[in-house]
Structures are given as structure tokens and as C-alpha cells.
């Protein structure tokens, strides 16, 4: 986090509207490659919810990368994929009863028939344990895959493993995580 801090700050300083610097255009350039990433999937109704989405592809993404300079991916622990699923799936829910009133939410349970009414309602429950899950596993499987490897053969092999689970893997699980979620908000919108 304070990495992140840091280069937000560094990043977002001496922004202008004119003559703008290569830094600006790059930071402008990203921004606008997840805002219509986003708008994509979510659609004009769920622009409010973009800034979050970008947040937490963000954080993951930076998390699930710490791993080359030394340090243990904070997703490597349940505590915190368990949050960034419970925070994705109280927006989820919200969106939906932002979108629909809480009547219009509570009605969606009985849909498409009543009888999938408990189906419907376990889903809350199983949504936030599938996102937490799935990104857990997939970063302690790749951690514990590169400490065998380093223990076995400790000189060049664990190099190039590194690159693929901490940085192609990495941001493999952020973008599944950020891409289910705007699934879910996408669906609870409409």
C-alpha cells in the first residue's frame, strides 16, 4: 500500500490541461484503457462503479507482483482475498438494489421462477467464496510452485518461473477477479 501511495502521489503531481508530459499522457493513456475496459463490460449504467473496479484491479495486480522483489503476495493470505470479495460483493448487491429499489432487489431472488428462490439466495454466499477461492489458490499454488523450484534447482530456472507466476499469472488472477465482479455488477444492473 505505501508503494502504491507513493506512486500516486508522484504520478498525479503537476498535472496539467496543457502541455501535458509524456508521464501524464502514460498515466491518461491507462486510465482510459480501464475506463473503457470497464464501460465494456458494465455498460453506461454501471460507470458509477468503474473507479472501484480500477482500484481493485490495481491493488491486486501490484499485490500479486511483490513477489519478485522478495516479498510474500498479500493475496497469498485468505484474510485478504476474502475482503476484496466481500467488498466486491456488498458493491454487487447494492448495485442491484440501487439499480431495482429494495423491493424490486428482493423480487429478484423468485426469478426466473420462484422455486429457484434458494438457489438464488445461496448465491450470495457462494459468489464472495468463489472470488476469494479462486485468486487465493491460484497465488499460494504459484508461491509454493516457485519455492520448490527454487529449493530444487536455486540458479536460473526460478528466474523465469518467477516471471510467469508473479507477473503473466499475477495479473491473470487480477483480471479474473476484476472480471467476474463487473460480471456480477453487470448482471445485478440490469
Keep these: 500500500m ?6 500516486a502521489i508522484l504520478l498525479v503531481r503537476n498535472l496539467r490541461v496543457e502541455n ?4 501524464q499522457l502514460l498515466l491518461e493513456a491507462a486510465i482510459s484503457f480501464f475506463q473503457k475496459f470497464f464501460m465494456g463490460v458494465l455498460g453506461e ?9 480500477i482500484t481493485i484491479t490495481l491493488f491486486i495486480g501490484f499485490a500479486n507482483i511483490v513477489g519478485i522483489f522478495g516479498f510474500v503476495p498479500p493475496t497469498k493470505d485468505l484474510n ?14 447494492y448495485a442491484g438494489i440501487h439499480q431495482s429499489g429494495v423491493k424490486g432487489w428482493l423480487k ?35 508461491f509454493i510452485i516457485m519455492k520448490l523450484v527454487e529449493f530444487v534447482v536455486p540458479a536460473v530456472i526460478p528466474a523465469f518461473l518467477s516471471l510467469y507466476f508473479d507477473f503473466f499469472d499475477g495479473f491473470i488472477q487480477a483480471y479474473v477477479f476484476v472480471f467476474l465482479t463487473s460480471l456480477f455488477i453487470s448482471e445485478a444492473i440490469e
Design 2 to 7: 505505501a508503494v502504491m501511495t507513493i506512486l
Design 108 to 142: 429478484s431472488f423468485a426469478k426466473p421462477t420462484p422455486v429457484m428462490l434458494p438457489i438464488n439466495i445461496m448465491e450470495i454466499a457462494i459468489r464472495p467464496t468463489s472470488l476469494c477461492m479462486r485468486l487465493f489458490g491460484n497465488i499460494l499454488g504459484g
Design 20 to 23: 501535458v508530459s509524456k508521464k
Design 45 to 53: 449504467r454501471g460507470k458509477r462503479y468503474v473507479p472501484y473496479m
Design 80 to 93: 485478504v482475498t476474502a475482503g476484496l470479495a466481500i467488498m466486491s460483493i456488498l458493491l454487487v448487491e
